[in-house]
Antibody
Framework: EVQLVESGGGLVKPGGSLRLSCVAS????????MNWVRQAPGKGLEWVSS????????YYADSLKGRFTISRDNAKNSLSLQMNSLRAEDTAVYYC?????????WGQGTLVTVSS | DIVMTQSPESLAVSLGERATIHCKSS????????????LGWYQQKSGQPPKLLIY???TREFGVPDRFSGSGSGTDFTLTISSLQAEDVAVYYC?????????FGPGTKVDVK
């Protein structure tokens, strides 16, 4: 069974940093591209970032302007998102998502709240 | 960037009746190399992560009831629920995975009338 389990969310002050992690199981992790997608409270889905297999082909949403860094550790079946210079508008549930073209498996998400 | 729009924003349909959601992309998402439309539909129930329903515009994901169907090509797409069930109450999103940024539509809320 495919499982994606996110962690690392929490309350952080504006300007602060946070690192999200996602541990994958139930599939051969290093053969799939992975993504982060976020959803602000009561809002729609916003794609954040994508990383190809073996750290190739990294993409980010333009709105992030270099503040976020996606990475993966295939030996540990894990995906990470380093978030710096956080703003109130980054408050959202962050989902770890497997990519086969369509986004076929989603984690339960981890909530990031940016507030003073 | 490819902009995705959806209509309507919300709709209420009687149980057993048809629900139709439209999605439009600002550019064609039909890939000439394989003649596939890079369009997915997702269902998100309250308090849950999204779930993939339809991919390549018209292929139903394994386990998705056959009352859900997708159609369209190029820039115009439709998700149809042929006979609405109570468990179909959700927000539905279309998404293009043709090229990054992998944009989503704003969502359509489906409720029971």
């Amino acid at each position: 069974e495919v499982q994606l389990v996110e962690s690392g969310g929490g309350l952080v002050k504006p300007g602060g940093s946070l690192r999200l992690s996602c541990v994958a199981s139930g599939f051969t992790f290093d053969t799939y591209s992975m993504n982060w997608v976020r959803q602000a409270p009561g809002k729609g889905l916003e794609w954040v970032s994508s990383i190809g297999t073996r750290n190739g082909a990294i993409y980010y949403a333009d709105s992030l302007k270099g503040r976020f860094t996606i990475s993966r550790d295939n030996a540990k079946n894990s995906l990470s998102l380093q978030m710096n210079s956080l703003r109130a508008e980054d408050t959202a549930v962050y989902y770890c998502v497997r990519d086969t073209g369509p986004f076929d498996y989603w984690g339960q998400g981890t909530l990031v709240t940016v507030s003073s | 960037d490819i902009v995705m729009t959806q209509s309507p924003e919300s709709l209420a349909v009687s149980l057993g009746e048809r629900a139709t959601i439209h999605c439009k992309s600002s550019q064609s998402i039909l890939h000439s190399s394989n003649n596939m439309n890079y369009l997915g539909w997702y269902q998100q129930k309250s308090g849950q992560p999204p779930k993939l329903l339809i991919y390549w515009a018209s292929t139903r994901e394994f386990g998705v009831p056959d009352r859900f169907s997708g159609s369209g090509s190029g820039t115009d797409f439709t998700l149809t629920i042929s006979s609405l069930q109570a468990e179909d109450v959700a927000v539905y999103y279309c998404q293009q995975y043709y090229r990054p940024p992998f944009t989503f539509g704003p969502g359509t809320k489906v409720d029971v009338k």
